[in-house]
């Protein structure tokens, strides 16, 4: 699995367990400590997001931003 999705996924599913944990009345120091370590887990996924090492598509002269040179009909999406 790639490095940014598994970041990604890992830290919304640190966010959920903290938001239930809040929830359930657990005492209150556990979820203390894990907002404490949240600062280092989003550094961390936005760390693995920005050298994700994917391979993206180089765009030719025409296309200086993806989609938005191109009308809605020239998609042959819509």
């Known amino acids: 699995m790639n490095k940014a999705i598994l970041s ?5 599913a640190y966010l959920l ?6 929830n359930i009345n657990v005492p209150l ?4 400590y ?7 887990l989003l ?10 090492g994917f391979n993206y598509p180089e765009l ?3 296309e200086e931003w ?3 040179d191109k009308a809605k009909e020239d ?3 819509f």
Not at 43 to 52: E, G, H, Q, R
């Open 8 to 12: 990604v996924l890992s830290v919304t």
């Open 17 to 22: 367990v903290y938001i239930v944990l809040i």
């Open 29 to 32: 120091i556990i979820p203390f």
């Open 34 to 40: 894990m907002l404490v370590a949240s600062p280092v």
């Open 43 to 52: 550094i961390w996924m936005i760390y693995a997001v920005l050298k994700d």
């Open 60 to 62: 030719s002269e025409e």
């Open 66 to 68: 993806g989609y938005r």
């Open 75 to 77: 998609l042959d999406i």
